[in-house]
């Protein structure tokens, strides 16, 4: 995914003059095709993040574009008054690419793991905020980064993910889009949560149950209307994210449930990383697992749902069990 | 230094500056006295802009980085012509444009401040987009000797000496306070003007309030070719006033009383 973030830069500023890329210190070899053809617009500035962020500002108050990478973490936590006062406030066309967003780097310990990225970006005026599923979605919403008006932050995970999404859905800033249909609950996803939600869907569809999928790339602004139009059909909701649980994706959608006052009652549950520093190294895998974020948790998860919401006809023993 | 008597243009700022302080009552009045000059003579003599077209693209570009030394700024731009009088008695209102710190919808203003350290980044980015464009256009950022306390000021020195931005000038105003206390005993800066050297900067430094010293140093830059240049301005504190300098009750002062604005035009007329 980070490579065809960072290739996709290259090859819109091919295209369009005002594209600069600012990264800190990063891998060597990084975008050398960038450096190679466009010395003049690719800028190394070392480790310095509140630097970066401002030169970056100053760029795009000249009508420049820049999109400026490192890891997540440090373009989030380390530099966050700058990207408030700097691209919040002036509402400026920076494009802050964080790489390995969520567990990513899960060798390298809590320093490096951008657990809360999204619900800090997201508390900023003016920011929009997108986590792509896999490659190819990420493709689609780089190209739509060019024209888009104010900040953008991008959350790159790790790469190597298994492409989950079509090109049969445009991607669009700022929609969500409801993957697969069903009536007895809906799974919500952002970033690559969304392979999960489909492999649990698909699960459930075996046992007869039609489970819907709503994908929800732009974490902000958020498509109000697809989410409540979604969650509004279902008895059962249950999100899932690869972020702390304190102002992701699911404190979004349990936002939107508590204030649209369906009629029916929504049982509703959020999976994702609970408020602890992770206290152990592996994988973002192993990770992923020992906090529960799996298409398995998630079944488990909606199952448990179902049967308090009174569905417990449609439901197998089995699963009941589990 | 900092024995200048103020001429009749800089007696007037100053009563400009009092008169806002009157309608408003409030204000970080030492930090913006300690800039007068530095303000004037940038906007005076070596600017150049359009008050009808304040985005000219060909303006030089100048950032008020200490944010909170507005005051200064505000009544020079309305001197200038950038927005009309009756703005400066609606400082800090809510129907007016003039905050605390000054943002870009005041006419005139580059990027809005007040958190310390932002300005000479973002003036990086100017000196890099004007390198870029090869335009003529020059970059001032007006810092203040206690915002260099903030690291990104020295990623955003280090950066401007790596691209020998020599389009770039730092102009500092050393006051030699800040909120807490004298600039040499909350975190002190010394050697200051090595420090610049270091970083890759051509420096001078100037009495901040000799006109005609400021005057020559600002048109002078770059001082080095392949270099940006850093102009440390030794300033008062509250200058132009006999109980504002040096008097840190009046970094930022609210509820001043009738008294108190009485005796400032008094102290100013006097000086």
Not at chain 1, 165 to 180: H, Q, V, Y
Not at chain 2, 91 to 102: K, Q, R
Not at chain 2, 259 to 264: A, D, F, N, P, T
Request: charge should be negative; aromatic fraction near 8%.
């Amino acid at each position: 995914m980070r490579k065809m973030c960072l290739d996709v830069v290259l090859e819109l500023a091919r295209q369009d003059k005002r594209i600069f890329f600012i990264g800190s210190d990063l891998g060597i070899g990084t975008l050398q095709k960038f450096k190679e053809e466009i010395p003049e617009r690719f800028f190394m500035e070392g480790i310095s993040e509140a630097n970066m962020i401002g030169m970056a500002a100053g760029l795009a108050m000249e009508g420049k574009i820049p999109y400026v990478n490192t890891i997540a973490t440090f373009l989030t936590r380390r530099c966050f008054e700058q990207v408030v006062v700097d691209l919040g406030l002036h509402k400026l066309n920076v494009r802050l690419l964080g790489n390995g967003g969520g567990l990513v780097y899960a060798p390298l310990g809590p320093t490096h793991e951008a657990i809360e990225d999204i619900a800090i970006m997201r508390s900023i005026p003016n920011m929009t905020v997108i986590a792509p599923a896999d490659a190819e979605e990420m493709r689609r919403a780089m190209l739509q980064s060019l024209d888009h008006q104010g900040p953008i932050y991008i959350r790159i995970a790790k790469g190597g993910d298994p492409i989950v999404t079509s090109n049969d859905i445009p991607f669009e800033i700022g929609k969500a889009f409801l993957l697969r249909l069903g009536s007895d609950a809906l799974i919500i996803t952002t970033g690559i949560t969304l392979g999960m939600g489909l492999e649990a869907s698909e699960r459930f569809k075996e046992q007869g149950l039609q489970v819907a999928v709503l994908h929800v790339p732009t974490i902000k602004p958020l498509d109000v209307e697809t989410i409540i139009a979604a969650i509004a059909r279902v008895p059962v909701v249950v999100t899932i994210e690869e972020h702390t649980l304190n102002g992701g994706l699911g404190s979004v959608i349990a936002e939107i449930i508590a204030e649209a006052n369906f009629s029916s009652r929504k049982y509703f549950k959020r999976i994702g990383i609970p408020d602890v520093f992770a206290d152990r190294y592996g994988s973002q895998a192993s990770l992923m697992e020992f906090f529960g974020i799996t298409a398995s948790k998630l079944v488990a998860a909606v199952t448990k749902l179902l049967a308090s919401s009174g569905r417990k006809d449609k439901l197998c023993e089995e699963e009941l069990a589990n | 230094m900092n024995t200048q008597k103020l001429d009749q243009r800089s007696k007037y700022l100053r009563r400009r500056i009092i008169e806002t302080l009157d309608a408003t009552r409030r204000g970080h009045v030492g930090a913006a006295l300690s800039l007068v000059e530095i303000i004037r003579v940038l906007y005076d003599d070596v600017l150049h802009y359009d008050v009808r077209n304040p985005k000219w693209s060909e303006r030089d570009r100048c950032i008020l980085s200490k944010g909170h030394g507005c005051l200064a700024l505000y009544v020079v731009l309305q001197d200038k012509g950038f927005f009309p009088e009756e703005e400066l008695w609606k400082f800090c209102e809510a129907s007016g444009i003039l905050g605390g710190h000054p943002e870009v919808k005041v006419p005139g203003v580059e990027a809005s401040t007040g958190s310390l350290g932002h300005g000479l980044p973002i003036g990086v980015g100017f000196a890099v987009n004007a390198k870029y464009e090869q335009a003529g256009h020059r970059v001032f950022v007006i810092v203040g000797d206690g915002e260099c306390n903030e690291g990104s000021i020295w990623e955003a020195a280090l950066c401007a000496g790596k691209h020998k931005l020599s389009n770039l000038t730092v102009v500092i105003d050393h006051n030699k306070y800040q909120s807490y206390g004298p600039t040499r005993d909350v975190q002190n800066l010394e050697p200051f003007a090595d420090k610049w050297k270091a970083f890759g900067f051509a420096v001078k430094e100037v009495d901040g309030h000799d006109v005609d010293a400021l005057r020559g140093a600002f048109t002078g830059v770059p001082l080095e070719s392949d270099k940006p240049t850093a102009i440390i301005c030794h300033t008062l504190k509250g200058k132009g006033m006999s109980s504002t300098e040096g008097n840190m009750k009046w970094h930022h002062k609210s509820g001043i009383k009738d008294e108190e604005i009485r005796q400032l035009f008094a102290e100013s007329e006097a000086y």
